[in-house]
C-alpha cells in the first residue's frame, strides 16, 4: 500500500483528472489511508494487539501519521503537487476511522461475543 501511495504521489499535479466532486481529493486521501491503516494493523505483533488494542489502535494511526507527513513532503518535489495540512487531516481521519472500527469490532469478541475482526497470528 506504501508503494501504492509513493507512486500516486510520484504524478505530476496534472496527470489526475477527478471528478468535480467539492473536496474528492479529500475522500481519496482518507479511503487510501484508511486502507493503509487496515494493512499496517497486521503488522502489529498478534500478542501485543490482544494485550493492548487500544494502544495497537493508536499505532497504527501515529505510523499513519508520520507516513502521511512524509508524502506530504515528498509532494513538494513534485511539479504540480503541493503538500497540504488539508490532505494530512484526512488521511489521519481516514487511518483513525479503520483503527477505531478495528478496535471496536475486536472488543466485541474480547468481551466473550462473536467478533469480527481477529488479528492474524
Known amino acids: 500500500m506504501m508503494a501504492v501511495i509513493f507512486f500516486l504521489s510520484s504524478q505530476p499535479g496534472d ?3 477527478l471528478p468535480d466532486v467539492p473536496d474528492i481529493d479529500k475522500l481519496l486521501h482518507s ?6 491503516a487496515a ?5 502489529v505483533p ?3 494487539a490482544r494485550r493492548r488494542p487500544g ?4 499505532l ?18 513534485v511539479p504540480g ?5 488539508w490532505d494530512l487531516a ?5 487511518a483513525s476511522l479503520v483503527s477505531a472500527a478495528w478496535y471496536l469490532l475486536g472488543r466485541q469478541g474480547r468481551r466473550g461475543r462473536q467478533g469480527w475482526v481477529r488479528h492474524a497470528r
Open 46 to 48: 498478534a500478542d501485543f
Open 31 to 36: 479511503l487510501v489511508y484508511g486502507t493503509l
Open 39 to 43: 494493512t499496517a494493523i497486521f503488522a
Open 15 to 17: 496527470s489526475f483528472q
Open 90 to 94: 484526512a488521511d489521519v481521519l481516514g
Open 81 to 85: 503537487r503541493t503538500p497540504s495540512v
Open 55 to 58: 494502544m495497537a489502535a493508536v
Open 60 to 77: 497504527v494511526v501515529l505510523f499513519c501519521l508520520v507516513y502521511g507527513i512524509s508524502d506530504e513532503f515528498h509532494q513538494s518535489f
